[in-house]
C-alpha cells in the first residue's frame, strides 16, 4: 500500500504558475505509476497527467499539453506538477492517484491509490 498527500495548491492570477506536490509513504514508490487528476465543481474527475514509474515516459490532457510538467522524485518519494500560465478553466481540486499495473491510465478506474486533494483556484 501507499499513502499520498498533496500540496502547493492555492490561489493564483491566470498567467500565473503553481506547483503541486504529492509526497508518497512507503518503500516502494518507484513500483507505482502515478497520475495527477482534477475535478471542478459539478463535474466529473478527469486525467491531467501521468509519469511511469521509472519517469521516462510521461502523458498529458490535451487541455494542460505545454504548460503542465510531471516529473518525479524517487529519493525523495514525490511525484510534481508543475502548473503553467494557469488559466481560470485550470480551477480545481487536483489529486494524485497511483497503480502497481504498468500502464499510465487516463481514468479514474486505473489507479487504486489516491490522496485528499489540494484546491487550484485560478482567477481572472
Known amino acids: 500500500q501507499v499513502q499520498l498527500v498533496e500540496s502547493g495548491g492555492g490561489m493564483v492570477q491566470a498567467g500565473g504558475s503553481l506547483r503541486l506536490s504529492c509526497a508518497a509513504s512507503?518503500?516502494?514508490?518507484?513500483?507505482?505509476?502515478m497520475g495527477w487528476f482534477r475535478q471542478a465543481p459539478g463535474k466529473d474527475r478527469v486525467f491531467v497527467a501521468g509519469i511511469s514509474r521509472g519517469g521516462r515516459n510521461s502523458v498529458y490532457s490535451d487541455s494542460v499539453k505545454g504548460r503542465f510538467t510531471i516529473s518525479r522524485d524517487s529519493a525523495k518519494n514525490a511525484v510534481y506538477l508543475q502548473m503553467n500560465s494557469l488559466k481560470p478553466e485550470d480551477t480545481a481540486v487536483y489529486s494524485c492517484?497511483?497503480?502497481?499495473?504498468?500502464?499510465?491510465?487516463?481514468?479514474?478506474?486505473?489507479?487504486?491509490?489516491w490522496g485528499q486533494g489540494t484546491q487550484v483556484v485560478v482567477s481572472s
Open positions: 512507503g518503500r516502494t514508490f518507484s513500483s507505482y505509476v
Open positions: 492517484a497511483a497503480t502497481e499495473r504498468m500502464v499510465i491510465f487516463q481514468i479514474p478506474g486505473g489507479y487504486d491509490y
